[in-house]
Each structure stands twice: as structure tokens, then as C-alpha cells.
């Protein structure tokens, strides 16, 4: 497996915080189901609690942060599986293993609280329950509207908050989906939000209209949801990352709402159905696209063609620079491939006419003035490969949604020779 397969499938290791680092009170609440939402105040706590001269909490914080990096907790493959498979699976008690220990070393003493507590709210996540069962949607609707109602009144706990991880669904939709659309408004350091996808309850369009028209989530960059959640995208105006792990035949919906609302910043989109068309219209108002990922797996049954991947298509995003194909690992992408560096020099040929347009415009207005010919972007282009063992569909599992083989593919260019 190359360098890139393993950044990729490894997360990053959190980093703990300074122990001299500022340390606010702290009003812990449980987020059980008996637990009150307000929780218990915590008497004489020390601004400035001293380092531990032996026993756990005195090893080194980069030793603590490497522990705690191998417990099991949500990843790009369990975001790509639907709600009941991950919340209410058999797997869900080692996902809830990290959080439950985290929570019970922030609760040993002041020194424990300031080094786990930033770890323990990381990731507010709310879409796992403790064993399985089919009433998974009522218990993941309530631990929801709880734990929002939880944060919303320990403001010190706000900042800790970077990745949202959450189910939505129809469920007591009246009493959940407000207190969540609050707090998400609230968190000033949250980055990711990651919604796994329901097949039942599952909620319409006009439903996120009415529960998310007039919000706004200003620091949001990368975003993971289903199609069908597609308008949540209109509160997120510099999101720069988009994944989606459910379609149902809705992406090219879900990019014509990226079209309307003109994200800019958009960098990178994963798990779309794009045409001609709208890639045309994505070109002209998200023209800081540089990376696409095309699920081989499934185009090469929908469009059996001659270009099976329809990838002539995308050499209208001239800033494009990695195109990702993912399908099984015994299928031949030569043809593929070569379309797909055919593609990206186009697009390079063409970011580098523009460019020189546009110096030679700026360059008439003096005669002295030296035109730089070459791109301003220099950065090398790619064409990547992940293959995967084989599996239907409605059979796989997380597993399955983790490469077993990636190959890159350098583009050579005129810029880049």
C-alpha cells in the first residue's frame, strides 16, 4: 500500500493540551439517559492544576495521546455505512469504548479533567447506541435532543467541540432538530460535520428547508452527509470539502444546490454523480476544484458507454489536479486511466492559457513589463486509483470501504516539464 493508503486509513493522533495551558471550570454532565443536563458543579478546582510527580497522569502527553489513539472510533468508513448498521450493529460498543473511557479519566481529579476533557468533546457525536435493537431511532432521537440541551448551557465546553458526528432523522423532529441546529451555530472551533445517512424516517427536503433556512456554520470546511441532506450545505458558505455517502439517485440534485449557492471555496467533492452539464455549471462557481473521487463501482453499471466513467467531462475544471477512481481490484482501468491524465492535461493546458491571458493583459500596461509564462500553480497533477475487494452492495461493511490497493499515476504537463 503506498505512503498516501496509510496517512489516509490512519487517523491523526489528537494532540493533548500544555499543562500550563488556561483551564476553566467545569460543569460535567453525564449523557446518560438518568443524567440531568445541567450536571453537578465541581468545588474548589484549581486554575492551574500541578503535573503529576508518578502513576498515569505523570507519563509524557505525546505517550498519553499514542494510548488513547488506539481505541476504535468513527472513520471515513463507518460514515460511509448506513445509521442502523453502525448504531445499532454488534461493532457499536467498540465504537463507544473510547468516549466511555475518556469520560471516566476526565472525572478522576482536576489534572485528569484538564488533560481528558478536550479529548472526551473533540467529537460531539450522537449515533451510536450502547447494544443492539430496533429501536434505534428513538434512542439515538432522545440521546440527541439531550446532549444538544447539555451543551448549549456549558458554554467552557464549547471550544473543545471540533467534529460533529450525528444521525437525523424525522424522529420527534419537532423537539430534536432545533436545540441541534442551535448549538451547531454556537461551536466557534467546529470544522466537520458528518451525517450518516437513515434508511427509515428518513427526512424530506422540505424538511431541512424549515429546520435550517437563516442559519449559518461559518467555520465548517468539510462536511459528509447524505443527499437528501443536501440543503444543510446552504449554512455552510466556506465549506471546502464534500463527501457524500448516500445518493439514492439525488447527487445530481445535490450539485446543482452547490451550483446555486455558489461555493467558492469548494476544493474537493467524493461520492457524486456528476454530468456534463452540471460539471459546467460547477466549474463557473466552485473554480477552486481541485480534486474529484469518481465510484467506479457503480458508474460502470449505470453507463455502460464508451467512457464508462464519463470522464471527458471534467476537463472543464481547470483548476482540477487528482482525479480519484475508486472499483474492485481485479477490474482493468488502463483505458481509464489514460482518459483521466488526458483530462488533466487538458485542464493544466488550459489554467495555464488563462493565466498567461491574464498576465498579458496586465503586462500592456507598461511597456517594460516581463510576462511570466509559466503556471502560478506548479503543484503536481495525479490520477488515483483505490481498488477494493468485491462485494454487492447491500452486503458490505466497513471494511469494504477501505482500499486494499491505491496506485497514483503522475501527470506530466508543459508547466510541470
Not at 494510548?67 to 460511509?80: C, G, K, Q, V
Not at 471540533?162 to 444521525?167: A, H
Not at 424525522?170 to 434508511?199: C, R
Amino acid at each position: 500500500m503506498s505512503s498516501w493508503a496509510t496517512r489516509r486509513l490512519e487517523r491523526p493522533i489528537a494532540t493533548l493540551p500544555p499543562l500550563d495551558a488556561e483551564h476553566k471550570p467545569n460543569l460535567e454532565f453525564c449523557l446518560e439517559e438518568k443524567a440531568s443536563s445541567a450536571g453537578t458543579a465541581i468545588s474548589k478546582i484549581s486554575i492551574h492544576p500541578q503535573p503529576a510527580s508518578n502513576g498515569f497522569l505523570s507519563l509524557p502527553t505525546e505517550l498519553l495521546s499514542q494510548i488513547m489513539s488506539h481505541f476504535a472510533e468513527i472513520r471515513d468508513e463507518h460514515l460511509m455505512m448506513s445509521t442502523y448498521y453502525i448504531g445499532s450493529g454488534s461493532n457499536s460498543e467498540d465504537l463507544l469504548a473510547r468516549f466511555s473511557t475518556l469520560r471516566a479519566l476526565s472525572q478522576l481529579s482536576n489534572l485528569s479533567r484538564h488533560i481528558f476533557l478536550p479529548l472526551l468533546w473533540e467529537r460531539f457525536q450522537a449515533c451510536l447506541t450502547p447494544k443492539p435493537g430496533w429501536q434505534w431511532h428513538s434512542y439515538i432521537g432522545h440521546a440527541l435532543e439531550r446532549r444538544c440541551k447539555g451543551l448549549l448551557e456549558s458554554m467552557h465546553l464549547w471550544p473543545h467541540v471540533k467534529v460533529v458526528t450525528v444521525t437525523i432523522s424525522e424522529f420527534k423532529s419537532s423537539q430534536v432538530i432545533p436545540p441541534f441546529v442551535q448549538l451547531l451555530s454556537k461551536l466557534p472551533n467546529v470544522h466537520t460535520l458528518e451525517v450518516l445517512y437513515v434508511t427509515t424516517n428518513i427526512p424530506s427536503r422540505r424538511f431541512f428547508e424549515y429546520y435550517f433556512t437563516g442559519w449559518s456554520f461559518p467555520s465548517i470546511k468539510k462536511a459528509v452527509l447524505p443527499a437528501y441532506a443536501r440543503d444543510i450545505l446552504r449554512c455552510c458558505p466556506n465549506v471546502k470539502e464534500i463527501t457524500c455517502n448516500r445518493d439514492l439517485g439525488g447527487s445530481g440534485e445535490l450539485v446543482d444546490t452547490l451550483a446555486r449557492i455558489r461555493c467558492s471555496k469548494l476544493e474537493v467533492i467524493r461520492g457524486f454523480t456528476i454530468g456534463p452539464v452540471l460539471l459546467k455549471r460547477l466549474s463557473k462557481t466552485s473554480p477552486s476544484l481541485r480534486c474529484v473521487r469518481i465510484d467506479g463501482r457503480v458508474f460502470t453499471r449505470k453507463n455502460p458507454t464508451e467512457d464508462k466513467l464519463q470522464l471527458s467531462a471534467y476537463s472543464t475544471l481547470l483548476s482540477l489536479r487528482e482525479i480519484e477512481i475508486e472499483c474492485f481490484d481485479d477490474n482493468d482501468l488502463e483505458l481509464s486511466v489514460k482518459r483521466a491524465i488526458n483530462v488533466l492535461r487538458i485542464c493544466a493546458e488550459s489554467k495555464l492559457a488563462t493565466t498567461n491571458r491574464h498576465l498579458q493583459k496586465n503586462a500592456n500596461s507598461t511597456s517594460s513589463a516581463v510576462v511570466n509564462y509559466k503556471s502560478v500553480d506548479d503543484r503536481p497533477r495525479l490520477v488515483r486509483v483505490l481498488r477494493y475487494t468485491y462485494k454487492p452492495v447491500y452486503g458490505r461493511t466497513p471494511s469494504d470501504f477501505v482500499p486494499v490497493k491505491v496506485e497514483e499515476f503522475p501527470v506530466k504537463t508543459k508547466s510541470s516539464s
